[in-house]
């Protein structure tokens, strides 16, 4: 603001008489109740003497200082707002980081640098994990793990994917290995292991799904299923016999099953029979204790010189497979466990319709009407591939060429097949739950029907005592 022209106030006053000695002179204002702010930004001043005081240089006077802002305060429930907010996204942000943590666990897998060559055949645990919708999804259980159905996210391939369990870390890589291997079986008649994955101690394995589920489903399954014709069940064990062939004598090394038997024969969306869980019962052995006899299979389908080698062979997979013969001609697993301890086990009941002259009379009343000739084929096979002494048994490759017609079916049995049998039943039984040390394991899979609620699906250990009370 410029100075006035004129003074707006004039006045001259001595104060000589009203102050005395050393006297300050300064500047006071007041607006009353009003909030106002006053700046002096030049003065001049005379002191002593009359005259006038020196007239200020306006261009050198300090700018007017602009008016401060008033500091806002907020609320206090503002302020407690913003405070549980900020804890809540603390919150958030820690539940999130932990569900990462969770879920990279939840889907972690075990991977080291020699499995680097099996690459190609792992499948991420986090595609399995979406494919069976979390592992919900069970169509069957046996003596090596659960089974779930699936369908692959990224190629929408349906799959069979088997949890098995293998804890110890002894022969992991062997175990490996041997999956790796069989990935590269090829067969129409077997179930393709498609790949694996694994973590925690425990193996996923991949396969194809088989629409129609195992054999032992539509042989014991009652009245729920309609019964299968004899035409169907000769294709499924000619089925079974081409992929067994192929495993023993097709691949670049002997594969031995260890485990034939009607639940391990699945069937596709036409009904043609797949041999599965080829090799598991091998990939068993990978880590065992050195000091432990272990013996996989199953009750009835055991060879009796398993008792005194506990080594399986391609003749022990013959034995299992002249058990599954008869069962698939019989309708009836090979030892039935009834309340009747006098009741014959089913290679002594087709025995007896073999010496009556009337070996077909013991084929599954279900099937109806058939070749008589073809199941009578089948029934002997089924009793020579039973035979107690493995040198008397057939190859694999034999008993496809009489199954296919191309070699005669044999006119009699061999004249010590029935008392080899006869032998076997009185004597094998004990002597191969007796004929180990008492400190070994005994290992056997057994398999449940809807009727016979006391067999143990899947794999158990039990000590020579154990097993002795079971019977």
């Known amino acids: 603001m410029l100075r006035p022209a004129a003074p707006l106030v004039s006045c001259t006053v001595n104060l000589s008489s009203a102050v005395a000695g050393d006297t300050y002179v300064g500047f006071s204002a007041a607006n009353g109740a009003a909030a106002s702010s006053h700046y002096v930004l030049g003065w001049s001043f005379r002191l002593g003497g009359g005259g006038r005081a020196q007239d200020l240089d306006l261009a050198k006077l300090p700018r007017l200082p602009s008016p401060s802002k008033p500091k806002k305060t907020l609320p206090p429930l503002i302020i407690l707002t913003i405070l549980l907010l900020s804890v809540v996204i603390l919150l958030l942000a820690a539940a999130a980081v932990a569900a990462l943590v969770v879920r990279s666990r939840r889907y972690a897998e075990e991977e080291e640098e020699w499995e680097i060559e099996y690459g190609p055949h792992r499948i991420s645990y986090k595609d399995l994990h979406g494919a069976t919708k979390g592992f919900r999804d069970v169509i069957g259980a046996g003596g090596f793990g659960s089974v779930y159905h699936g369908v692959l996210p990224r190629s929408g391939v349906e799959v069979a994917v088997k949890k098995v369990s293998h804890d110890s870390r002894q ?109 598991l019962a091998r990939l068993y052995d990978h880590g065992a204790n050195p000091q432990t006899t272990r013996i996989v299979g199953t009750l ?172």
């Open 300 to 471: 009835g389908y055991l060879a009796p010189e398993l008792s005194k080698t506990g080594k399986a062979t391609t003749s022990t997979d013959v034995f299992a497979f002249g058990a599954f013969l008869l069962e698939v001609a019989c309708g009836r697993r090979p030892m039935e466990f009834t309340v009747d301890d006098d009741s014959p086990g089913l290679v002594e009941l087709v025995l007896e319709h073999w010496k009556a002259g009337e070996i077909t009379a013991a084929r599954d009343p279900r099937i109806g009407d058939c070749d008589e000739d073809d199941l009578e084929v089948v029934l002997k096979l089924g009793l020579l591939c039973s035979h107690p002494d493995p040198r008397r048994r057939p190859s694999m490759r034999q008993v496809v060429q009489i199954l296919e017609g191309a070699a005669p079916a044999p006119e009699t049995l061999p004249e010590d097949l029935e008392c080899g049998v006869g032998q076997f039943y009185d004597e094998s039984f004990d002597e191969f739950v007796t004929g180990f040390p008492s400190t070994s394991e005994i290992t056997t899979s057994t398999t449940q029907s809807t009727d016979e609620q006391q067999r143990l699906v899947g794999c158990v250990q039990l000590s020579t005592a154990d097993f002795l009370k079971t019977t």
């Open 171 to 279: 022969g992991l890589r062997e175990f490996v290995s041997e999956i790796a291997s069989m990935s590269r079986l090829r067969h129409r008649n077997l179930v393709q292991l498609l790949g694996y994955c694994r973590r925690r101690g425990e193996l996923v394995l991949v396969y194809d799904y088989m629409a129609n589920g195992s054999l032992d489903k539509h042989l014991f399954a009652g009245g729920e299923r309609p019964a299968l014709s004899w035409e169907k069940r000769g294709k499924i064990v000619r089925d079974v016999a081409a992929g067994l062939l192929y495993l023993h004598e097709g691949w670049e090394q002997v594969v031995v099953h260890r485990d034939i038997k009607a639940s391990n024969v699945l069937l596709d969306a036409d009904m043609n029979g797949k041999l599965s869980d080829f090799g």
